[in-house]
């Protein structure tokens, strides 16, 4: 095999770089002795025999394929499924309202082209002073459309309660506490909003460590700034603030980011990992299926 | 037969079970990696040491070897950072510290080689000489860019890959250490 020369980028005669290699050949014979050579081929040849038990990529079992897209269904289900509660319990709660606020009147449409029932009644429940102005609108409109004498009866109902409800009802609640579903929602949908938003300034935490690595690498490789050991032993260059100083703290963060959800950056963390060590074996749960 | 085939091809056909293809490959490459750690740690039995754990890590790693980056690299990769633990192990990793190399600007103006006298180039076994004790010498980071290069017939790129810096470290270290040791082998052209 030829030796390389070294490429013109050094700036130094070929010649002479030609020369000074072959002379520190020559004047470096040191080589391993055979005793150590024997003990590197033996173990070579054992390994073959034996087969790879330290293998460093395994096949995953088949079922581990299908945990991504099961995981996926099952969020969009989920998802789903919470949207539909959602938007039933709008349609219960305008129904109920509608019902007490528009009160039971044979000509006293809810607005949705559905008659009430005839039967009057003078019972009223406090959530009427909780109806949406469009509601009130509506009723207002529908009793607009009555005859005059029913106008009368209709408004005397819509009014009632709105003018004083104590009057009427005893000991009634201000509001109508929300049901047990609709409070198990908000809870859900505050805590799912707190986490994106905690996620979203630690990833932008993240992208602003990560982007002052790059910048600290950049000015390092232009030779503005010294290289320090730290940065030797890790060799991290060209590796973002995230990658740790020991092979075991960097596979710590990477099963975070995975456990975050940051796969890419897992990927990209775990490509490096491999490349500044290429020796080293990975743990099962971070081998990549193929 | 086994010159016509690269170190890659020599390391794929060993993961899939050739033996005489590690046989080929380590003989390739025995001399030239266990010169770089002598040269590096500078002690017979912690080069012996490094030189079969790196081995050991290339027979370790063989059932998923993968071709995804040149051998030398790739090998040269494992000795770099066996290197670095060994150096920190021993409380020396100030020795691959900041060196001048690393500076920005171009090396010192050493006095280029006095002369081309042909007797004094007969005397090459004494120049080898203090050529290699020039070279034990050096910075670490210097001497193990030029041992790069030397032994591992590594390009500028392909060290700073080795070693984790970037091209224009390579490339400045390895400068540093032309330029001194010519400046140390005057008589050297």
Not at chain 1, 106 to 117: F, L, N, Q, S
Request: net charge negative; hydrophobic share 40%; charged share 30%.
């Amino acid at each position: 095999m030829t030796r390389s020369i070294l490429p013109p980028e050094t700036d130094v005669p070929q010649s002479a770089v030609k020369e000074l290699h072959a002379l520190f050949h020559a004047g470096s014979d040191a080589e391993p002795d055979l005793m150590l050579d024997q003990r590197i081929l033996e173990a070579a040849r054992a390994d073959l025999a034996t087969g790879s038990r330290t293998q460093t990529r395994r096949p995953l079992p088949w079922w581990k394929g299908w945990l991504a897209p099961a995981s996926a269904i099952a969020v969009a289900a989920l998802g789903l499924s919470l949207g539909w509660h959602v938007m039933d319990e709008q349609e219960r709660d305008r129904r109920s309202e509608m019902n007490t606020a528009v009160g039971p009147g044979k000509a006293v449409d809810d607005g949705v082209g559905r008659a009430a029932p005839e039967v009057v009644t003078t019972e009223v429940r406090p959530s009427i002073n909780l109806r949406p102005p469009a509601i009130q609108r509506a009723g207002s409109k529908a009793v607009q459309d009555l005859p005059s004498a029913e106008q009368e009866q209709a408004a005397a109902r819509v009014a009632r309660p709105q003018a004083s409800p104590a009057a009427s009802l005893p000991a009634a609640p201000a509001e109508v506490p929300p049901s047990p579903v609709t409070e198990q929602l908000k809870k859900s949908v505050s805590a799912t909003a707190d986490a994106l938003r905690e996620k979203r300034e630690s990833g932008d935490a993240g992208d602003a460590a990560s982007g002052q690595g790059r910048i600290e690498a950049k000015r390092r490789d232009a030779g503005s700034s010294a290289v320090t050991a730290a940065d030797l032993s890790s060799s991290s260059a060209a590796s973002p603030a995230d990658d740790a100083a020991t092979p075991e703290a960097w596979l710590k963060r990477i099963r975070e980011l995975r456990a975050e959800g940051r796969n890419a950056e897992a990927a990209q963390s775990l490509a490096r990992l491999q490349l500044r060590y290429p020796d080293l074996v990975l743990p099962d749960d971070l081998i990549n299926p193929k | 037969m086994d010159e016509s085939r690269t170190d890659e091809t020599l390391m794929l056909d060993y993961r899939d079970g050739d033996a005489a293809a590690f046989d080929a490959l380590y003989a390739r490459h025995r001399r030239r990696l266990y010169r770089y750690l002598l040269h590096q740690c500078g002690r017979r039995e912690l080069a012996d040491e490094m030189f079969q754990e790196i081995w050991m890590s290339v027979i370790r790693i063989r059932s998923g070897y993968e071709v995804s980056a040149k051998f030398t690299t790739w090998l040269y990769r494992i000795a770099h950072n066996r290197l670095i633990d060994s150096f920190r192990a021993r409380g020396r990793l100030a020795e691959f510290e900041v060196d001048a190399s690393d500076a920005e600007g171009d090396p010192p103006d050493y006095p280029a080689p006095s002369s081309e006298q042909p007797e004094r180039l007969l005397e090459r076994a004494h120049l080898a000489g203090r050529l290699v004790a020039a070279v034990e010498a050096l910075p670490a980071a210097q001497r193990e860019a030029f041992l790069l290069a030397a032994e591992g017939g590594l390009s500028v790129e392909e060290i700073g890959k080795a070693t984790g810096t970037g091209f224009e470290t390579a490339k400045s270290r390895l400068r540093y250490a032309y330029s001194r040791l010519r400046s140390e082998l005057g008589d050297l052209r």
